[in-house]
């Protein structure tokens, strides 16, 4: 079934440290991919998203994503990680109008 | 701008009743959905509006879930009966494309548990 797939359910970081939270699709023809995050006590907020052009997606609060085809990935980055970074992050697949969202990653900042 | 605005923020319940919730969207938003957020998971479309027009209702349990949104404005989607199984957070989302690859404004849920 096509899919995308978060293979880590937490990931701790450092501050100051750069962060990755990954995210792969199983998704046939050129994919539609967003990156969502979810503070707590508040609604989820879009950070990014990929349609088609250059593979390095620029997004809000300094995070940013790369497009792989090769390796079908589309991870999340930032150079430098804050505590108010700490949230659940969602990398979501738009399958014909649907918004197909993984399971998440909770990400932890720690001072 | 206002944000999507939906109320109840907790619902508390016992099995067999019913609930209903509400969703203002963005002003000028066309497109709403309703998702289904369970505790550890991402959160599942249930339906998607286009204006008073219902996209996609696919994984909406018709048996028990119905949503309107009859003015093309705000929303009510209701659980009749409610299971255990329907405790999650209900989140409303809007957004100013019938295609979802713009972004959409999600409001803060509705938070259900059933007893």
């Given at each position: 079934a096509q899919s995308v797939a978060q293979p880590e359910d937490q990931v701790n970081v450092a501050e100051g440290n750069p962060l990755t939270v990954k995210c792969t699709y199983s998704v046939s023809g050129n994919p539609y991919l967003f990156w969502y995050v979810q503070y707590p006590n508040r609604g989820l907020q879009f950070l990014l998203k990929y349609i088609?052009?250059?593979?390095l997606v620029k997004g809000s609060y300094g995070f940013e994503a790369e497009f792989n085809k090769s390796q079908t990935s589309f991870h999340l980055k930032k150079p430098s990680a804050l505590v108010s970074d700490s949230a659940l992050y969602f990398c979501v697949w738009e399958d014909n109008n649907d918004m197909r969202f993984g399971a998440g990653t909770r990400l932890t900042v720690k001072p | 701008e206002a944000g999507v605005a939906q109320s109840p923020r907790y619902k508390i319940i016992e099995k067999r009743q019913s609930v209903a919730f509400w969703c203002n969207p963005i002003s000028g938003h066309a497109t709403l959905y309703w998702y289904q957020q369970i505790l550890g998971q991402g959160p599942k479309l249930l339906i998607q509006f286009q204006n008073n027009g219902v996209v996609d209702d696919s994984q909406l349990p018709k048996d028990r879930f119905s949503a309107e949104r009859l003015k093309g404005v705000d929303s009510t989607l209701k659980i009749q009966p409610a299971k255990l199984e329907d405790s999650a957070v209900y989140l409303c989302a809007s957004s100013?494309?019938?295609?979802?690859r713009n972004e959409q404004f999600f409001g803060p849920g509705t938070r259900l548990t059933v007893l």
């Open positions: 088609t052009g250059d593979n | 100013s494309q019938t295609l979802g």
